[in-house]
């Protein structure tokens, strides 16, 4: 009897693991969305604000599938935002387009913690149905589900929207640090029933983005930051399904972001795959203590590694593309699994023929 192929035994979810594949798999962050035509007209179509689309499911359904037909990615992602499960706890907010996510009243005391309700399943029941709906048609190919760290999360929530600077974030932080942890606890506790949904619904693999965690230091983030994505990542650990943990300048936190507990660890542009695969480290759990027999024990094997070509060379000519994909795919053979990715998102003037090629050019580079 032929066996019948599962997003569980799919090249991505194996290379997530560690596992042996017989290519590179590839996918890209923001994947789904504005460099896509059919993706601006269905939207332009719908004439739904973002937090809207996000809670429809059949719009989800048709616009996470956008890109896998198109590309022939290895994975899909939810099309989502990270401000999703805290809008359903109850915070005020509204994706303003060309802005991001902005945040009608900031985090400044205590007090004001009792606006971010704790979130139930029952909130978020349209993510189960859109994941439920996407399961029907994806076939073998996996579905990663995603949520906004902590940190990344109560920046917005105490910024007020995006920023460049996180001055209020850091100062709060440092002047009123029983609230912080109060936040990033409450917050994390939404991440983690957010991400549950995802998984009890049906995903392959889960990603906690912690954008903005770069702007810290590794001693601000080591206390500030990682027990909570920790809290996050470990609550997790059950499942079975890879988790990533993916940030932004965060070449110097590297160490202690393997640390939170992730499977695999997403590395932006500016740190190369080998160096990253040597700063994060060797798993706690693959390290086996000395056998009986006294035999040697295999190498304690490390993590996997996710990306990381500069978002901004997809603006470039082709060979100049396909050049630093053989790069990338190069320095990702230092780790025990490489999923290649981008270093952030797909920039929304990207030709997504660009995107197609190198689908196809890892395919064929990394065919082992």
């Avoid at 923001?30 to 007209?41: D, H, I, K, M, V």
């Avoid at 392959?204 to 983030?221: K, M, R």
């Avoid at 988790?243 to 160490?255: D, E, N, Q």
Wanted: hydrophobic share 45%; proline share 8%; glycine share 8%.
């Amino acid at each position: 009897m032929t066996s019948v192929a599962v997003p569980a035994d799919s090249v991505f979810v194996r290379a997530c693991r560690g596992e042996t594949v017989e290519h590179t798999p590839v996918w890209f962050m923001r994947q789904a969305g504005r460099s896509l035509p059919e993706y601006r007209e269905l939207r332009a179509q719908a004439g739904l604000s973002m937090l809207e689309a996000c809670r429809t499911p059949e719009l989800v359904r048709e616009i996470t599938l956008q890109p896998v037909r198109r590309h022939n990615v290895d994975a899909a992602i939810l099309y989502s935002d990270i401000v999703v499960p805290v809008a359903a706890a109850g915070v005020d907010l509204d994706i303003v387009p060309g802005t991001g996510p902005v945040v009608a009243q900031p985090i400044q005391a205590m007090a004001d913690l009792a606006r971010v309700g704790e979130l139930e399943p029952a909130q978020v029941s349209f993510v189960d149905d859109a994941i439920r709906l996407l399961l029907t048609e994806l076939g073998d190919t996996p579905l990663i589900g995603f949520a906004g760290a902590p940190f990344t999360l109560a920046s917005y929530l105490i910024e007020g929207g995006p920023s460049k600077s996180h001055a209020r974030t850091k100062a709060l932080m440092h002047g009123d640090p029983q609230l912080w942890h109060a936040l990033a606890a409450r917050l994390a506790e939404i991440t983690l029933t957010f991400l549950r949904v995802q998984v009890e619904a049906g995903v392959s693999a889960v990603q906690l983005f912690d954008s903005w965690a770069g702007a810290l230091s590794e001693a601000d983030y080591r206390t500030f930051v990682l027990p909570h994505s920790a809290h996050v990542l470990q609550g997790l650990a059950g499942t079975g399904v890879p988790r990533i943990h993916f940030g932004v300048g965060t070449g110097h936190l590297l160490p202690a972001m393997a640390e939170a507990g992730a499977d695999v660890v997403g590395v932006d542009w500016r740190t190369p795959l080998d160096e990253a695969s040597r700063l994060i480290g060797v798993r706690p759990d693959l390290v086996l203590p000395r056998a009986a027999t006294g035999e040697p024990l295999p190498e304690p094997r490390s993590r996997a590694v996710q990306g990381n070509l500069d978002p901004a060379l997809l603006l470039a000519p082709w060979d100049v593309i396909e050049h630093e994909v053989r790069r990338v795919l190069a320095e990702g053979e230092a780790a025990p699994g490489h999923v290649f990715n981008l270093g952030h998102g797909v920039p929304p003037e990207t030709d997504p023929a660009v995107l197609t090629r190198i689908v196809e050019l890892v395919h064929k580079v990394s065919m082992r």
